[in-house]
Nanobody, 118 residues
Framework: QVQLVESGGGLVQTGGSLRLSCVASGRTFGIYAMAWFRQALGKEREFVGAIRWSGYADSVKGRFTISRDNAKNTVYLQMNNQKPEETDVYYC???????????????WGQGTQVTVST
C-alpha cells in the first residue's frame, strides 16, 4: 500500500503561481508513475499531468510543470500564470502505469484545495 499526502494548496491571485507537493510513503518500490488530477464539485476528475517514478517520461498540460525528487519520495506540480477556472481540489495519485485516466492509478491522496481569485 502506498500513502500519499499533498500540500501546497491555497489562495492565489490570477496570474500567480503555486507549487503543490505530494509525498509518497509505504510500498513506493511498486510505483511506476505518479500523477496529478483535479476535480471541481460535481464534475469528473480531470487529468493534469503524470511522471514516471524512475527514468524520464512526463505528460503535462500547458503552463504546468511536473517534476520529482526520488530522494524525498516527492512529486511536484508547478502551476504558473493561474486562471480562476483552475480553482479545484488537486489530487495526487500513484499507479502501475502512466495514463491519463483515474483508472490507471490505485492510490490517492486526500486532495488539496487551490483557489484562484479574480
Amino acid at each position: 500500500q502506498v500513502q500519499l499526502v499533498e500540500s501546497g494548496g491555497g489562495l492565489v491571485q490570477t496570474g500567480g503561481s503555486l507549487r503543490l507537493s505530494c509525498v509518497a510513503s509505504g510500498r513506493t518500490f511498486g510505483i511506476y508513475a505518479m500523477a496529478w488530477f483535479r476535480q471541481a464539485l460535481g464534475k469528473e476528475r480531470e487529468f493534469v499531468g503524470a511522471i514516471r517514478w524512475s527514468g524520464y517520461a512526463d505528460s503535462v498540460k500547458g503552463r504546468f510543470t511536473i517534476s520529482r525528487d526520488n530522494a524525498k519520495n516527492t512529486v511536484y506540480l508547478q502551476m504558473n500564470n493561474q486562471k480562476p477556472e483552475e480553482t479545484d481540489v488537486y489530487y495526487c495519485a500513484s499507479g502501475l502505469s502512466m495514463g491519463d485516466s483515474p483508472q490507471d492509478y490505485n492510490s490517492w491522496g486526500q486532495g488539496t484545495q487551490v483557489t484562484v481569485s479574480t
